[in-house]
Nanobody
Framework: QVQLVESGGGLVQAGGSLRLSCAAS????????MGWFRQAPGKEREFVAA????????SYADSVKGRFTVSRDNAKNTVYLQMNSLKPEDTAVYYC??????????????????????WGQGTQVTVSA
């Protein structure tokens, strides 16, 4: 089992930047593909970005492509989400999630919430107009 703890959320003006971090417990972090999701009030949780267990492949939702960057440091058991040019519509609780990946599946990533096995508690991001 892995525990995930997000940090870095906060209040920022439109056009600003934030960097979210997600620290994972355990010694098998490089066995997990990692994803970032978000959920705004009254809306379903939606995919934001994902990164393969080696970091060699990434994927983004169209709404954040070109503005957000996902990365990971397996030595630190941490995945990051750099968010630039933030918009009010980016306001949401942001969650990181871990997807157990079979040995050898180095490029596997998923945008489906149901594929992820472990979730953090979330961090609030609020973007003011």
């Amino acid at each position: 089992q892995v525990q995930l703890v997000e940090s870095g959320g906060g209040l920022v003006q439109a056009g600003g930047s934030l960097r979210l971090s997600c620290a994972a417990s355990g010694r098998t972090f490089n066995n997990y593909a990692m994803g970032w999701f978000r959920q705004a009030p009254g809306k379903e949780r939606e995919f934001v970005a994902a990164i393969s267990k080696t970091g060699g492949r990434t994927s983004y939702a169209d709404s954040v492509k070109g503005r957000f960057t996902v990365s990971r440091d397996n030595a630190k058991n941490t995945v990051y989400l750099q968010m630039n040019s933030l918009k009010p519509e980016d306001t949401a609780v942001y969650y990181c999630a871990a997807d157990v990946v079979a040995r050898g599946w180095t490029t596997y990533i998923s945008s489906e919430t149901a594929k992820y096995d472990y979730w953090g508690q979330g961090t609030q991001v609020t973007v003011s107009a």
